[in-house]
């Protein structure tokens, strides 16, 4: 089993910085792509950024150049760098691990942390 757990969510201010980290543990394969969602008040759970093993990078357009994924493979955490925050930014983020096993898809959420860009 793979356990994620989240931190570093808060209330910052509009063009503010916060960074958020990801721990996982557990059976992890070290082949895997570890990932960033997001999911506002009414809306459904979107897509942030995604880093795999191999230290390939994507970015949804709404945060591309603002926000920065980064991993530590030894200490199987990713974390989230997040710059120049907006109010439309405000959401809970969850991170999210995807291990292919044989072809076969494996994911693994944590809890979420709260993000709130507010003045």
């Known amino acids: 089993q793979v356990h994620l757990v989240e931190s570093g969510g808060g209330l910052v201010q509009p063009g503010g910085s916060l960074r958020l980290s990801c721990a996982a543990s557990?059976?992890?394969?070290?082949?895997?792509?570890m990932s960033w969602y997001r999911q506002a008040p009414g809306k459904e759970r979107e897509w942030v950024a995604r880093?795999?093993?191999?230290?390939?990078?994507n970015y949804a357009d709404s945060v591309k150049g603002r926000f920065t994924i980064s991993r530590d493979n030894v200490a199987h955490t990713v974390d989230l760098q997040m710059n120049s925050l907006k109010p439309e930014d405000t959401a809970a983020y969850y991170c999210r691990l995807s291990i292919n096993v044989n072809g076969v898809i494996y994911e693994y959420w944590g809890q979420g942390t709260q993000v709130t860009v507010s003045s």
């Open positions: 880093l795999t093993s191999g230290g390939a990078t």
């Open positions: 557990g059976n992890i394969f070290s082949h895997n792509t």
